[in-house]
């Protein structure tokens, strides 16, 4: 069992930054790979950013060059530091583990095994002026 809390969200002018964080606790390993997805209304959850346990970051197309994903393993803390938000970005945000990989090639273990995977309760993130 993992159990992930997400920190972090709020409302946000456009081109403003915010930093989410996940704090981790359970059954996780040097293989469970972490990451962060966000669901708009009506629109499907996305894999946004996941990190390899090597420390490989991989992002969506749609936030690449915006978005940093990072973790702190002395604390089980995963975090995303998102910068020049638009109202695109505008979704909640959930932090997840996937405990059936091995550690490598996250993004892509997440966006295919998302049905099995532990989540967070999501945060809100808006983005108004």
């Known amino acids: 069992q993992v159990r992930l809390v997400e920190s972090g969200g709020g409302s946000v002018q456009p081109g403003g930054s915010l930093r989410l964080s996940c704090a981790v606790s359970?059954?996780?390993?040097?293989?469970?790979?972490l990451g962060w997805f966000r669901q708009a209304p009506a629109k499907e959850r996305e894999v946004v950013a996941a990190i390899d346990n090597d420390g490989t970051r991989r992002y969506g197309d749609s936030v690449q060059g915006r978005f940093t994903i990072s973790k702190d393993n002395a604390n089980n803390t995963l975090y995303l530091q998102m910068n020049s938000l638009n109202a695109k970005d505008d979704a909640m945000y959930y932090c997840?583990?996937?405990?059936?990989?091995?550690?490598?090639?996250?993004?892509?273990?997440?966006?295919?095994?998302?049905?099995?995977?532990?989540w967070g309760q999501g945060i809100q993130v808006t983005v108004a002026s």
């Open positions: 997840a583990a996937d405990v059936y990989g091995n550690g490598r090639y996250c993004f892509t273990g997440l966006k295919y095994r998302k049905e099995h995977a532990y």
């Open positions: 359970g059954s996780i390993s040097d293989t469970t790979c």
